[in-house]
């Protein structure tokens, strides 16, 4: 008679267990940081009637989200981190105007965009107020590459540990933290891009994107030729405006993501073009 043989350590159904486990925890933290990203504050309380969880266990929870630098502990809850600016700009308001214009519609389109990033993606950002918003938005623990040529997004991606981040090189643009010139673009070339993410100053079905620069256009486009995926993250308000610089045709994107103020009449022509519309 075979004699009935015990699991050894470490064996495929600890391994299960201790993945189920790990993965409903990733669940609970990405949507932790969602709920976060929506109003900027939490509760043990909420979250614990919100996720079916124990407060124990979401306390444990906020404490791993503050320890990688992802959100702030209060007493009973936790908050958002404030974003990262360089010191001169912090009381510059021409750019905090810049950072609030529409500063709700870019989030919604930020989270918007950010769900549609695959495990194990590498993906790459124009500069710009609305694809800042994206990265905000980026899951947790998916092996994800981010390429960008922007340093303040480079700086606030310094606190996930969990992605890999290349910043090209090149000559800084102080204005929008960009580096541009020929290093940027050709520190580029080897690279394979799945999804890159496109803001603009303005979006026109017929000339394009575009954006005010001669040196981030010649940089952005480089992104387009090189990416599989081109997705426009604008607002309303850049519709039917034309910068002078393009970045790429209409005709070479494959999805634009947008607020409701965008009318039919403005995404039309996107759409008659075989580009897909999100509307959020």
């Known amino acids: 008679m075979a004699r009935k043989t015990q699991p050894e350590s470490g064996s ?19 949507a932790i940081l969602e709920r976060l990203r929506h109003s900027g504050t939490v509760t043990v309380e909420f979250l614990s009637a919100e996720l079916g969880a124990s407060m124990v266990t979401i306390r444990r929870d906020l404490d791993q989200l ?45 989270r918007a965009a950010a769900a549609l990033i695959e495990k194990g993606e590498t993906i790459a950002l124009t500069p710009g107020t609305t694809t800042l918003e994206v990265i905000r938005g980026l899951p947790l623990n998916q092996n994800i590459t981010i390429v960008t040529n922007t340093v303040n997004i480079a700086m606030e991606l310094s606190k996930r540990k969990d ?13 929008w933290f960009s580096l541009v010139g020929p290093t940027a673009i050709q520190s ?35 992104m387009v030729k090189l990416s599989r995926r081109r997705i426009a993250v604008v607002d309303h308000s850049k519709f039917g405006k034309v910068a002078g610089w393009r970045i790429c045709q209409a005709t070479d994107l494959h999805m634009l ?24």
């Open 257 to 280: 993501i947008t607020d409701t103020e965008a009318s039919d009449e403005l995404i039309e022509p996107f759409r008659h073009a075989g580009v897909k519309v999100l509307r959020v």
């Open 12 to 30: 495929s159904g600890t391994d299960s267990y201790h993945n189920a486990s790990s993965g409903k925890q990733q669940l609970r933290l990405n």
């Open 66 to 110: 503050e320890h990688d630098g992802l959100l702030q502990r209060t007493h009973g809850g936790a908050v958002s981190i404030e974003p990262l600016f360089y010191e001169p700009f912090k009381n510059d308001r021409s750019f905090q105007a810049h950072l609030e214009k529409f500063s709700e519609e870019k989030r919604r389109i930020g």
């Open 188 to 222: 580029l070339q080897p690279m394979l891009i799945h999804t890159l993410f496109i803001g603009a100053d303005g979006l026109d079905s017929t000339w394009g994107a575009s954006c005010l620069s001669s040196d981030e256009a010649n940089l952005n486009s480089a």
């Open 163 to 175: 992605l890999d981040v290349f910043v090209t090189g090149g000559h800084l643009r102080g204005d």
